[in-house]
């Protein structure tokens, strides 16, 4: 993956694409957290087949893509009519890929200016926390990292009971959307190496295009009151 989806790391795809051409391996890169967010360069990384997800850059969801170098086949998952040149049957979702040609053209636009603009947003969320919060921790590489993701341990803070308390005013979760529904430890933040009680208390925070100040500083009140709440139950 290009970006990882809970703690939004950025990898070295450039670094990656290079080795795999070295070895004469087919490079698969699953561009969905990253494209619109961050440049990807598949001609010039040595990527042969990048998946993208349209939702992810303001698309209705329901629609993706996936970009095929030339010169390389697929065996088809799914068989009948023969479409995309055999790659794959089924009849195409007009409008939802006119939508996603419309939102690359878009992300092309405004990209960079936009991530700026999120980025700085996360680092105020991010700064408000630690001031308040002294035994938060910020996990994930500071430097290589999306604007949107901001990813937190609270140790000793259980995740699950900050997320009662402010479920009906904030959407923040526990891991990925992907990951909805298991209740076992993020294989992420196991592969991290965190301490168990990290683990317990981490929550994952997206900010995105259309998040404005005043939800920055309702989303720092809510997850302090809750977490300062918790905090004073635990010590009787």
């Not at 979702?93 to 053209?105: F, Q, S, T």
């Not at 140790?155 to 904030?170: F, K, S, T, W």
């Not at 302090?224 to 709440?229: L, M, R, V, Y």
Request: proline content about 5%; charged content about 20%; aromatic content about 6%.
């Amino acid at each position: 993956m290009a970006a990882n989806n809970e703690i939004g790391n950025i990898y070295p795809i450039q670094a990656i694409g290079q080795i795999a051409q070295r070895y004469n391996v087919p490079f698969l890169c699953d561009g969905s957290q990253a494209v619109g967010k961050i440049p990807i360069q598949f001609e010039d990384w040595g990527i042969i087949y990048l998946a993208i997800s349209a939702h992810k850059l303001y698309e209705p969801k329901g629609i993706g893509a996936l970009v095929v170098r030339k010169g390389y086949h697929l065996e088809p998952l799914i068989f009948g009519g023969g479409h995309q040149k055999g790659m794959r049957s089924g009849t195409l979702n007009i409008p939802g890929i006119v939508g996603l040609g419309e939102a690359c053209r878009l992300r092309l636009l405004e990209m960079d200016d936009d991530e700026q603009a999120i980025a700085a947003k996360r680092d105020r969320l991010q700064n408000l926390l630690l001031e308040k919060i002294p035994s938060l921790v910020v996990n994930g590489d500071l430097e290589q990292q999306l604007a949107r993701n901001l990813h937190i341990s609270i140790p000793g803070i259980p995740n699950r009971a900050v997320i009662a308390r402010i479920r009906h005013q904030l959407a923040i979760s526990t891991g990925s959307a992907c990951s909805s529904g298991v209740e076992a430890p993020s294989h992420v933040l196991q592969a991290l190496k965190l301490p168990e009680d990290h683990i317990e208390g981490a929550l994952r925070i997206g900010i995105g295009k259309f998040t404005t100040e005043a939800e920055i500083d309702l989303a720092f009140e809510y997850l302090s009151k809750a977490i300062h709440a918790i905090h004073q139950l635990q010590l009787y």
